[in-house]
């Protein structure tokens, strides 16, 4: 089985490896560490399963999640994310076989892995529940459900504290547009300020 780890943390890459070493025999790994380099390894060769942290540096969170099924539709993606639903239902929407929070116990990663790998979909136990639930049905609706997937992840870069000319360049984007999509997040959430969307993000979690 040919691995791609894709996360930007030595010691979290290291452990996967080792978790997985013990379930699987005949396992061979690559490892990325940024979105770019991901894709690079993704378009190169041919891979069983890819391990893709839902908040490796590089280009938009989706966004490589979007190119990486585009270079190979059938190819099993599990993201592995913060305890946070919103991130979980966009990324299986985009196209991933699984997810899992980043806290997840060696065995509920092998089950994943065998699952995800044999044509199934997985998701984190601590999630199942939430995910069950129609967000459209909720009373509670948080601001960022009304967001669609580019807004929701420029609304994550500014609380980030990037700049719109930074988000520009990161989304290869002219600054009028980050500035439209800038628009709308303000429109539909109601807040006004840059202070006021960062408090929101973090209140909800959407930046750590």
């Known amino acids: 089985m040919r691995v791609l780890i894709a996360d930007d943390q030595a010691l979290f890459r ?8 013990d379930a699987f025999s005949k396992v061979t790994f690559r490892e990325a560490r940024t979105a770019q380099e991901a ?6 060769e041919d891979w069983d399963v890819v391990i893709l942290d839902a908040s490796i540096p590089g280009e938009g969170r989706l966004d490589i999640l979007d190119d990486m099924k585009r270079l190979r539709p059938q190819l099993p993606i599990l993201l592995f994310g913060m ?14 076989a699984g997810y899992l929070t980043r806290d997840c116990l060696p065995g509920e990663l092998k089950e994943a892995i ?22 459209k049905s909720r009373a509670d609706l948080p601001l960022h459900e009304l967001l669609s997937d ?9 609380a980030s504290g990037r700049t ?13 547009t980050v500035s439209t999509y800038r628009a709308r997040i303000v429109e539909k959430t109601g807040m006004k300020t840059n202070a006021e969307l960062i408090r929101y993000a973090l209140q909800t979690h959407l930046v750590d």
Do not use: N
Request: proline share 1%.
């Open 14 to 21: 290291r452990g996967l490896k080792e978790t997985l070493a």
């Open 39 to 44: 894709l690079k390894q993704v378009r190169r």
């Open 83 to 96: 305890r946070a639903e919103q991130f979980a239902r966009r990324g299986l929407k985009a196209g991933a």
């Open 114 to 135: 065998k699952i995800i790998v044999g044509g199934g979909k997985f998701v984190s136990a601590a999630l199942v529940d939430k995910l069950a639930e129609d967000p």
């Open 150 to 158: 580019r807004e929701f992840q420029v609304l994550r870069m500014i």
């Open 164 to 176: 719109v000319k930074k988000i520009a360049e990161e989304l290869s984007l002219s600054v009028k």
